[in-house]
């Protein structure tokens, strides 16, 4: 076994520890690391699987990565594509209702086009191009439709669709004309902007018609990803209605139209990333089934005592492993870096469990400690080639930490509440004058004085602070606290949101009446710890 600091073993300075933020990983340059990284597990084949139409997971589960990896990489005869929505798009959208007075299921139809637009391009360019042109007219006269509205230029991003839906009745115009060229009809058909349904249902019909057509050898997958955050510029129902529009189409599309696609080898197949609060609030009919049926949803969660055979594990590992000799143990790199046990009542227990008990569980918080970790080593200029365990204790390493967790809230705040909203509610925590664990009463009453304080500063009360349960529910949901019970027999029962969450318990909901503590990452970005004397 080779002895911890090892000279086989790259210095810390020199590890590559990757991104926090997947995305990253679609840069060429940095693919070949990515795929070095990336765990192929049972979770990718059932996201393979054709009925998988919503992938579900808090912020840092790895969604993106998912996505990712098979957008670089064929996979079970699948090519994908990532598409991602951001605030142009959403903005796009909003202009849209306006300008045609839309309505949701008005919203819906315009993300199914964009959504064929989006697959026929793909297959377009992965199924051979010129091959598939020549062969099936439909799929040509559409092609050749798009490549003169966009005049030859057409990048596949959504924001670019978005302008060909926009311009509905040139668009249909477009694919009427070399419908005709292509002798596939010989009525010549006209469309005006005053009748944008019409003209949009003519779109959706010439896209199906042509992709109905192929007979494809491959699988095909479009994910759609950038749903979690809410663009500051847009408002909350805008972007709640452009969300439900998105995920009634990516139902509608793969149910009725995807899958009913008879005589192609290669199916087709639309994804698109969510959190699980976001599932919950787009309304989906008969949305328990849909979740059980049609969603894939990312858990990482491990009894402490069975860390070692975990995928979580298994991840930070080959993290440090990535640029290191060949010659080494691939089991070995974090045991190298992290040689020592940690004195937890009574017993020792692995340097890793410390991670573990200030996450959520999460990929990215695993990833993110060990590069506050490196970062912090770097500037201390230490010697040391591996770490100790006074460097997860230390203050900095946990300020740092803690503000990462506290912007991962505000990430996920963010879709439904302004940055105003989101200063008024740290607001709360001061009135708990540092304290990490409470009482419901205790609680009651922190909550009263919170209340006070913004009816005396005359602020409009957010949704978020209705009343003492649900500011309670709002807390537990975004796992700033956990609930204790204690048994006759003593023994202590912990309750997290994100734990108790599954396929069958979307949402899940806070005990009241019992003891609570503040999750202990947070602690230092939120000044828990210090007893403040109340002025």
């Known amino acids: ?217 491959k699988n095909h997958t479009v994910f759609i990803d950038g749903i979690d955050l809410r663009p500051s510029g847009i408002d909350y129902a805008d972007y709640l209605e452009c969300v439900k529009g998105l995920a009634n189409a990516v139902w509608s599309i793969n149910n009725e139209f995807f899958s009913t696609i008879n005589d192609s080898k290669g199916r087709l197949k639309a994804t698109i990333l969510l959190r699980p609060d976001i599932f919950n609030a787009v309304g989906l009919q008969n949305a328990n089934n849909r979740i059980r049926d049609n969603a894939l949803y990312l858990d990482w969660r491990i009894p402490f005592n069975r860390f070692e055979h975990s995928e979580l594990y298994r991840l930070p590992n080959r993290l440090l492993s990535i640029g290191q000799s060949k010659e080494l143990d691939p089991d070995s790199f974090w045991d190298n870096y992290f040689p020592y046990k940690v004195q937890v009542q009574g017993h020792q227990e692995h340097s890793f469990i410390s991670f573990l008990r200030f996450s959520y569980f999460r990929p990215r918080d695993i990833v993110t400690m060990l590069n506050i970790l490196k970062e912090l080593h770097c500037e201390s200029g230490s010697k040391r080639n591996y770490f100790i365990e006074e460097d997860f204790r230390d203050p900095h390493f946990r300020r740092r930490y803690s503000e990462y967790l506290l912007g991962e809230a505000k990430d996920h705040l963010s879709f439904y509440y302004s940055d105003k909203d989101y200063e008024l509610f740290l607001k709360f925590f001061e009135f708990l004058r540092g304290d990490y664990a409470f009482s419901f009463e205790e609680y009651s009453q922190c909550f009263q004085r919170y209340l006070g304080f913004i009816d005396n500063q005359n602020i409009d009360r957010p949704a978020f602070v209705n009343n003492e349960v649900d500011f309670l529910q709002f807390l537990f949901e975004l796992n700033i606290i956990f609930c204790i019970e204690e048994a006759e027999d003593g023994k202590k029962f912990f309750f997290w949101c994100f734990k108790d969450r599954n396929v069958s318990n979307i949402n899940p909901r806070v005990k009241t009446n019992c003891r609570y503590e503040i999750f202990y990452g947070l602690g230092k970005a939120l000044n828990m710890g210090k007893q403040f004397i109340e002025s």
Do not use: C
């Open 1 to 217: 076994m080779t002895k911890k600091g090892s000279n086989m073993y790259l210095p810390i300075k020199e590890l590559n520890l990757g991104f926090n933020d997947a995305i990253n990983y679609r840069r060429r340059e940095n693919k070949d690391a990515f795929n070095q990284l990336f765990i192929k597990n049972e979770k990718l084949n059932e996201l393979m699987d054709l009925s998988t139409y919503f992938l579900i997971g808090d912020k840092g589960t790895g969604k993106t990565a998912y996505a990712v990896w098979l957008s670089n990489n064929e996979y079970k005869n699948t090519r994908s594509t990532l598409n991602y929505i951001g605030e142009t798009e959403y903005q796009k959208f909003v202009t849209l209702k306006k300008e045609k007075n839309l309505n949701l299921s008005d919203y819906t139809n315009i993300w199914k086009v964009i959504i064929l637009l989006l697959v026929s391009k793909h297959v377009y360019e992965t199924e051979g191009k010129e091959g598939l042109i020549n062969k099936y007219i439909k799929f040509r006269a559409v092609n050749k439709a798009i490549d003169d509205y966009y005049e030859g230029a057409f990048s596949p991003e959504i924001r670019n669709v978005i302008e060909f839906v926009q311009d509905s009745s040139v668009s249909a115009g477009l694919l009427s004309e070399h419908a005709i060229l292509e002798g596939i009809t010989k009525v010549k058909k006209s469309f005006s902007e005053t009748k944008y349904q019409t003209n949009l249902l003519y779109i959706q019909r010439k896209f199906e018609d042509s992709l109905r057509s192929l007979k494809l050898t």
